[in-house]
């Protein structure tokens, strides 16, 4: 399958004051679309040529693994972005809760991983196999797919992701950032890792998935 530079859910100026129209423009136009087309070159011909994006980032490495995860990581990232903040759903809300006291809380949180993870990567809010919150920093193009955990927000803190905005202020951009979060989008993956059956096989990390 040829796989495609997502539709971003707004346009290249919608984000401004917080991320520039040109930040979108080289952010989403060229490392983005870079990643998409270096991916399809380098699965021609191979065993992941038809495999779904996901399926790759569990199965593959090397090259194919860094493009593949940084075109969904990309897609996770602003699909994760809107103008409309959007609403914490009640189950969202309980997790948060339970896991950090407040939403206020779980940003500091998320905030100090990110201030801390060296050099580039993701960070990510995530479901875990015991189905409870966790934040996760992952370098360069990994991300939680692979240990099993369903991601339901994802921060860019590689420098092409704010630069131009912030130049090496990474906390800023980070402060900033939190205007955009899309609690919708948030709320959805939550849904969706509910249909799976915690806890998960501790040996195999296999989840059952439910109706």
């Known amino acids: ?104 809380a779980l940003k500091e949180a998320f905030t100090e991983v990110a201030l801390g993870l060296f050099g580039s990567g993701w960070v990510w809010l995530c479901v875990n196999k015991a189905g409870k919150l966790v934040i996760e920093a992952h370098t360069n193009a990994s991300n939680p797919l692979r240990s099993g955990h369903t991601p339901l927000l994802t921060c860019d803190v590689w420098e092409h992701a704010y630069y131009i905005d912030y130049r090496n202020a990474r906390a800023e951009y980070l402060e900033k950032w939190w205007n955009l979060v899309n609690w919708d989008f948030v709320s959805q993956n939550l849904v969706r890792a509910k249909y799976i059956k915690f806890p998960c096989d501790e040996n195999s990390g296999a989840c059952e998935y439910v109706a």
């Open 1 to 104: 399958m040829t796989h495609t530079l997502m539709t971003l859910p707004f346009d290249s100026s919608a984000l401004e004051p917080y991320l520039s129209k040109e930040t979108l423009e080289y952010h989403y136009g060229k490392h983005h679309a870079g990643y998409v087309t270096k991916l399809n070159a380098l699965i021609k011909d191979t065993a992941y040529e038809d495999m779904e994006l996901e399926e790759i980032i569990k199965e593959a490495d090397g090259a194919i693994f860094n493009n593949a995860a940084q075109v969904y990581n990309h897609d996770f990232y602003f699909s994760g972005m809107h103008v409309e903040e959007g609403t914490i759903s009640e189950d969202l809300a309980l997790l948060i809760s339970e896991e950090f006291v407040s939403v206020s």
